[in-house]
Structure formats: C-alpha cells, structure tokens
C-alpha cells in the first residue's frame, strides 16, 4: 500500500535512504526521532503515513510559510490537507474546522502557538488523530539556534495522547540537543533515525575576505543563470550589496525584516517562481525556502556557530544536483559576534557556549583538514574518508608555516609592552616612517624593521590568526594588542603556526571529486525544456504557488528527454502522481509534441 501511495500521489518509484522504515514503524504505532539532513526527504515520511492510517495527521511546524507551502504541494498531488494559522479569515477557519470534525482531513497543520490553547486540544479531543509530527524538532531545545519556546509545551501531547505515535524530525541537531528532544517530548519506547548528514552534492568554498564586494560579485556572475542566496549579517549591508549589484545589472533581488510586507512578499514569490535570481539577504530569509534548486549559497561574513552554517548553506541543492557553499570570513565577523554576545542578557552558561561555538566556525573556515568531516564530526558521526568535495580536499587552499613571522610580531607586540594597535606594531616590523616612531624611539627597538619581507596585509592576516588562536588579545577601548600566557607557547617552545593561503591552480585536484551527478548531464532537448519551463512559470503565477510544486527542474529535464506521448507514459516520469498528469498532462503532451 505505501508503494501505492508513494508512486499514484507523489509519482515517485522508490522510497529514500530510511523513509521505508520511518513509514512502517509510524504505522505500526511507535514514536519515532528522525535526523535527516535537509532535501532527505523528512516530509515523505509522515505524509505517507497520514494518507494510510486511520484520523487525521497533525503536523507543528513553526513558520505560517513552512506550512503554506506544504499545504499548497500536497494539495496540488489531491491531498486533503490544511493549515490552521493567524493569516486566515474567520470564514476559512471555520471551513476548516468543519472539515476537521467531518473527518475529511488527512493532515492538519499547525503552529506550536496555536496548539497552545485550551479551544485548540478541545478541538483535537473531538476527532481520531492518526499521528503527530513535530517539523524543526531542534525548536525545541535552549541549545538548538532556533530556540522556540511554544516547543516547551508539545510535552503535553504524549501526556494527552498516550497511544498515539509521534514523530520528530530535524535536519540538524548535536548530540545535546537530540536528548533535548527526547526529554521535552517525553519519549520512551522509540526509534531513532540518523542519515548521513554528508551533503554529497554541496562545494564547501571558504575564503578570507580579502577584496569585499569583488569576491561576491566573482560568485554572482559565475552563477547568472542560477538561484542563489547571499547572506550578509546586517540589513545595511543587504541593502548595499544589492544595490551595487543592481547597477551592475546583475538579477537580484533584497530580503530583510525591515522591508515593507508587501514588497518582501512580493520578493519572495519571484525567487520561488523564476529560474535565475539571487536574492540578497540577512538571515531573516530562511527556514521557509524549501525550493529544490538552489545553486549557492554565499556568506558575506560568517555564520555563528556550524548548526547555523550547515543549516543555511544546505539550502543549496535539496535536488541533489551539484551546488555551492562559500564563505567570506574574516577575524571582523568573530569580534562582532563575540562583542554581541558580552553584551547579550545570556548568563554565564549561555555566552561560554555561544563564545564556543563562534570560535570553533572560525576555526572551522580556516581549517585545511577536510570540511565534511569536520561538520560530520560535530553533529556526531565519524567518517575516515576525505569528502573530495570541499577547499581543503580539492587543495585549492595551502597550509603555509608563519612560526618565525609569528614570533616576529609576538615580539614586537611585547617590545611595545602590550600598548599599540596592529597598525603601530607592522609599521614598526616593517620600519614605516613615521614621526610617531622616531618621537618614542621604537626605531632603536631590536624588532624595528625585522619584517621588512612581508606586505602589510600579510601582517595583517598573521595578526588576524594569532588573535583567533588566542596568541594575542585586543583591548576593546583602545584597540592595543596584548600577549595572552599562551604566546609563550610560539616564543620559547617552538609550537608552530599555519596561515591558510588560497593557490589558484585550476585543475589541480588532490582527491577526486564523487557523487553529485547533474540532472543536466542527461541528453534532453533544450528548445523543449525552455518551453516547459515557461508553461510552468505562467501556471505558478496562475495558481500562485512555487514553480517547483508544478514540477521539478529534474521532472521537466526528464519530460525534455523521454518526451512522452501519452498520459500513461507521463506517469512513468519521476515527480508526476495522477493528479498531476490530470491537471498538467494534456498541457505537457501538447507543448512536446507541438
Ligand atoms: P527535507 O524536508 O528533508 O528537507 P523534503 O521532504 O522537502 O526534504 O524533500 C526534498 C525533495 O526530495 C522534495 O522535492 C521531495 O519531493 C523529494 N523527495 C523526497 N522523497 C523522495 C523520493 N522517495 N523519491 C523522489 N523524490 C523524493
């Protein structure tokens, strides 16, 4: 029967990675913890269910677009399902509530909110639920990123509905946060599911900010005829950045919380509906974009903490094919975020962990051991083998030794006795002239002009690592650099520093790249398929909802390639169910053989 489902609603032949097991232990009644990385599939795996089982699934998901654009996919392959939410008018909640006690319903979404409510567990007493499924389960942990605390109160169901089955699902969650879960939704006898969090598909492309704008705009014309997403930490920013690209007469678009609604929606839908804008955007713009093909995903600045990172760069490529992370770090980033959260209300607890884990991102950007891994590592699974698809597997990055330099300005830094800035200290190494230097007599100092080989920004960077490893410290008044106890550690004991240094050297590949295959690299007419693509674009404005739920990218490259000539050899496609060969089908087999 679940094969049934899976091919007649969603049109697809096979289940994914564990999605067959996740559906048979919910329909044999047990609770259930699934971590799936973003694009596995999670929504496959209570849907299905919902559609086999006795009542009405009830869904929590915490966004009002989340759960529109659920709604508006599942209704599209004739799926009776429905979101209750604060958008809608009184005479289409009724509707649905109405629906919901006739018993018509085979999903239910709701806001962690709205289940708050004494009126809403009346209403969920009075009909048979099949299932419950919590979406974004990581809300609800204090050290989850998304911290929600209408979470807290999703305990009650278990208390509430002691033979019903519940399932949770998160594409990302530390081990911290995963017995969060289990604790607050009161689990007991369940089974937890965890894929692979490896995004095979995904091109880890970390850079020092060298150049600003112009390292962007190297990525946007690289990817012009793609979607992508650049994220910059503050809403000036987007709005600068977007402008200058703008004028270049680069397609992007801006989102941040401080738009007009209307314009923000109106943002919104033209990158869930055409095939080639990038948006620029805080991260305001994010858990509710579930549109497949993404092509990059850029960082104008890091990201706080690898949840967050992970998170935000997986939106790139849920549809497998090959698609790009890059980050634009600097030192900048990591003493904004840490000045933010010294004067945050955090307690003590709270700002150690945050600290923590923007120290490791840096640690993380600047790391020439393979990236993969080290995300993997941090949500708790081990892989031995180089992903071959990050900057430091595909050497486009070179660990370069700076001990003796890094001695060099350590020294300098203490011959000054811990009471100037990095400016003063290089133009002292590097022996500037300056009337300043002479009046204090640095240039007698033995470390006057021991670093005349290097260039300032050189030194710069070397100041940018020492900080970061904790070497030296700024004084935030007055911006002085200090030695920290562990520079001994560099001057008398010999340890050893690294700088990463970019080598462009096209074609020089230490691992070579696997998996990520592109849908594109089937054979398919490209007349055919830029006509589908413009049939899809005008159905999406006329039912207003995302192109993809029409249909994928990979499902009208197909239809381009096999070009079908009946409505059952349309079925044969991946991605089309009945209900979408009934309202697309003839439309479809007119443009191929027209
Ligand atoms: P997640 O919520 O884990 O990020 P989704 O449930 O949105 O992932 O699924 C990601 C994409 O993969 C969607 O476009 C979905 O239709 C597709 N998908 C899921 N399961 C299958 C399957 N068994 N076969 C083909 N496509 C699938």
């Known amino acids: 029967m679940i094969h049934q489902i899976l091919k007649e609603k969603f049109g697809f032949d096979t289940f994914r990675g564990d999605q067959e097991d996740i559906v048979n232990n919910l329909i044999a009644n047990n609770d259930a913890l699934v971590l799936m990385p973003t694009g596995g599939g999670k929504s496959l795996c209570y849907q299905i269910p919902a559609l086999c089982m006795e009542g009405v699934a009830i869904v929590i998901s915490p966004l009002i677009s989340l759960m529109q654009n659920q709604v508006s996919a599942l209704k599209l392959n004739g799926i009776k399902a429905e979101s209750l939410n604060s958008s809608l008018n009184s005479e289409t909640y009724r509707e649905i509530i109405e629906e919901l006690k006739e018993g018509s319903l085979d999903l239910l979404y709701l806001s962690p909110e709205g289940l708050n409510t004494s009126a809403a567990w009346t209403l969920l007493d009075s009909v048979k639920i099949s299932l419950f499924a919590i979406d974004e389960a990581h809300c609800v942990s204090q050290w989850g990123h998304d911290f929600r605390k209408d979470y807290l109160n999703l305990g009650s169901i278990r208390e509430r509905y002691k033979d019903t089955p519940i399932i949770a699902l998160t594409a990302t969650a530390d081990l911290q946060v995963r017995e969060d879960i289990i604790r607050q939704l009161k689990f007991k006898d369940f089974k937890t599911y965890t894929s692979s969090f490896n995004r095979e598909n995904i091109y880890y492309k970390m850079a020092p900010k060298r150049n600003g704008y112009a390292q962007v705009k190297d990525v946007v014309m690289k990817h012009r005829d793609d979607c992508g997403i650049i994220y910059c930490p503050t809403v000036k920013k987007v709005e600068s950045l977007c402008s200058k690209l703008q004028s270049e007469g680069l397609n992007v678009i801006k989102y941040h919380g401080q738009m007009k609604n209307e314009e923000r929606s109106f943002n919104l839908k033209r990158f869930e509906q055409e095939d080639n804008v990038i948006v620029v955007a805080t991260i305001a713009f994010g858990m509710g974009i579930d549109k497949p093909n993404v092509r990059f995903v850029c960082h104008n600045g890091m990201s706080k903490n690898i949840e967050n990172f992970y998170q935000e760069s997986g939106r790139a490529g849920r549809d497998g094919d090959k698609s790009f992370s890059y980050v634009f770090y600097g030192l900048d980033d990591l003493m904004t975020y840490k000045r933010f959260i010294d004067q945050s209300q955090m307690n003590k607890a709270h700002k150690k962990n945050a600290n923590d884990k923007i120290s490791f991102m840096y640690k993380f950007c600047e790391s020439e051991k393979c990236k993969t891994n080290i995300i993997l590592k941090y949500f708790g699974e081990i892989q031995d083998e180089e992903c071959g698809h990050c900057d430091s597997c595909l050497d486009e990055y ?50 006057y002009g021991i670093g005349q080989d290097l260039s300032k920004s050189d030194w710069l960077s070397i100041n940018e690592k020492l900080l970061s490893i904790g070497y030296l410290k700024i004084e935030p008044e007055y911006k002085t650099l200090t030695l920290t106890e562990l520079a001994a550690q560099v001057l008398k004991n010999g340890e050893k520093v690294f700088v990463r240094r970019e080598i462009i050297q096209e074609g020089h590949k230490r691992v070579k790249s696997h998996g990520s295959k592109n849908s594109k690299e089937v054979d398919y007419d490209e007349t055919l398929l830029a006509e589908l693509k413009k049939y899809r674009l005008a159905m999406a404005k006329e039912l207003s909802v995302a192109s993809y739920m029409i249909a994928t990218n990979a499902t009208l490259i197909n239809l381009a390639a096999v070009k079908p000539k009946t409505q059952e050899d349309l079925l044969l496609v991946n991605g089309i169910g009945k209900k979408k060969a009934e309202a697309f089908g003839e439309d479809f087999l007119n443009i191929i053989n027209h």
Do not use: M, P, W
Not at 417 to 423: E, H, I, K, M, Q
């Open 398 to 447: 070179q660990r370069h030794e700076v001990t003796v330099e890094a001695q060099k300005f350590l020294s300098c830094v203490y011959r000054l006795n811990n009471r100037f800035g990095a400016s003063y200290v290089i133009d002292v190494l590097r022996a500037t002239k300056s009337k300043r230097i002479t009046a204090f007599g640095h240039n007698k100092l033995s470390v």
